[in-house]
């Protein structure tokens, strides 16, 4: 008998929970796009009063400061829309000069993409702010309903009177259209929000890719090192642990055997120190092959492996997980290495009283978090100028190689008195 026909219904819970997180994904979504599409009108302002004092000769020395403002707004959304979806492969860096972003193809893009975002991407923004306000503000109206003078409005909207029970609940089936509405409107709203940024940012068919190819390839040789490395760690794991120990086992065993004869009570304590290595030899194996891929990952899943790590932990650590679905399984795995890692790195080197590991699944993005209260200080290696991860720190320099194996980005905050933060980007797939 399946499980659906065992657990009547869970389907349909399943997918009445799966469209509530869509929604709330889609309203942080919104609620971010609100933060640059205020910065995209504020620039846009600027932009027009460069236009406007460029005949007395103010706007010809605003606008370089005022394209740089453009290009690095752009920069910010795209870095925002690869958090919610796929990553936004950026061009080549646009000119600052006047004269050359006037015919330069991807300022016209970038000016297109801000007309856009500062009109309909603000005006969705708004919403994705508002709607939660106001569903819980009428849904919950019948909680203060009696506290409001009997001539006030009682809706949201403007409309009606709270004068009886009956004006209560008719707020309430207000507060619930909301509702539905955030449930079946939220994520195309979302998706409206971010297409003109998905359109216009990207890199276009003429664009030189250069950096970008430079870029992969980097992180593709940084692949192939990880790799390599690792095998070698396996290798070394086995030949220097559970090797010599198997051969002590067939030694004290081969021994045994041509003791028994003449001294059983030495073959039989040459039996037991078999038996004891025999032991340990699988306890080395399975460290091993946990080390390979680590079974608690598909046992428990990311949450619950990353809170057996925090439990291991000598500095006190809080977990956060929000994963509602499962990641690919390399991405799990590196995921686990990260934080491992830098747990251990916050143990030994830290002197950090106690750390947060947060993890998030935005769009397919992983984001996880880890910060500690130390001393600080640390310095993260760069793939592409440190490929062999010799940078300071070998626990970071292989965090960073096993992050840039999966495209990933890894930023580091450090400074000098502390609080760490190692923050890891991960695209995860569908």
């Known amino acids: 008998m399946s499980t659906s026909d065992e657990r009547p219904g869970t389907g349909r819970r399943g997918l009445a929970a799966g ?3 869509a929604a709330l994904s889609a309203l942080r979504q919104l609620v971010s796009g609100l933060g640059t599409a205020i910065l995209a009108l504020m620039v846009l302002l600027l932009l027009a ?19 740089r403002a453009l290009h690095a707004l752009a920069g910010l959304e795209r870095t925002r829309l690869a958090r919610w979806g796929p ?51 009428d849904t919950t109206f019948p909680l203060y309903w009696r506290f409001f003078p009997t001539d006030a409005t009682a809706t949201s909207i403007g409309i009606g009177t709270s004068s009886s029970w009956a004006d209560a609940l008719a707020v309430t089936l207000l507060g619930v259209g909301w509702i539905a509405i955030i449930l079946g409107l939220a994520a195309a709203m ?12 990207s890199a276009g068919p003429d664009t030189d890719l250069s950096l970008r190819i430079a870029e992969l390839t980097a ?55 078999a038996q004891s290595a025999a032991e340990q030899a699988l306890a080395d194996l399975r460290t091993v092959s946990r080390s390979i891929l680590p079974p608690v990952l598909a046992d428990r899943g990311l949450a619950g492996a990353l809170t057996g790590l925090a439990a291991e932990c000598a500095v006190p650590c809080r977990v956060d997980v929000d994963a509602p679905r499962r990641c690919a399984a390399s991405v799990e795995a590196t995921a686990y290495f990260v934080v491992a890692e830098s747990l251990t790195n916050i143990t030994k080197h830290s002197g950090a009283r106690q750390a947060t590991v947060t993890a998030r699944l935005a769009g397919e993005r992983l984001l996880l978090t880890i910060t500690d209260d ?6 993260a290696p760069s793939v592409v100028t440190d490929p062999g991860g010799t940078g300071t720190g070998s626990g970071l320099a292989g965090i960073n190689r096993r992050v840039a194996a999966h495209d990933g980005t890894l930023r580091l905050t450090s400074p000098p008195g502390g609080p760490t933060t190692v923050e890891v980007d991960l695209p995860c797939g569908s």
């Open 190 to 201: 979302a998706r409206v929000q971010a297409a003109p940024g998905r359109l216009l940012l």
């Open 49 to 67: 009063v460069c236009t406007f004092t460029a005949p007395l000769g103010v706007g010809l020395l605003l606008a370089p400061g005022a394209l």
């Open 87 to 137: 990553e936004v492969v950026a061009p080549e860096p646009p000119p600052t000069r006047l004269r050359a972003a006037l015919t330069d193809p991807t300022t016209r893009r970038e000016l297109q993409w801000l007309v856009r975002h500062a009109s309909v991407g603000l005006l969705l923004g708004l919403l994705g702010f508002w709607l939660p306000l106001l569903a819980v503000r």
């Open 219 to 273: 992180t593709r040789a940084a692949a192939l090192d990880a790799h390599a490395t690792e095998l070698r760690r396996i290798e070394r794991a086995l030949h220097d642990g559970s090797q010599n120990r198997i051969v002590s086992v067939s030694v004290l065993l081969g021994a045994a055997r041509r003791m028994v004869a003449r001294d059983p009570a030495g073959a039989e304590e040459l039996l037991e120190r």
């Open 374 to 379: 130390g001393h600080g200080g640390a310095v």
């Open 19 to 21: 469209t509530v997180k």
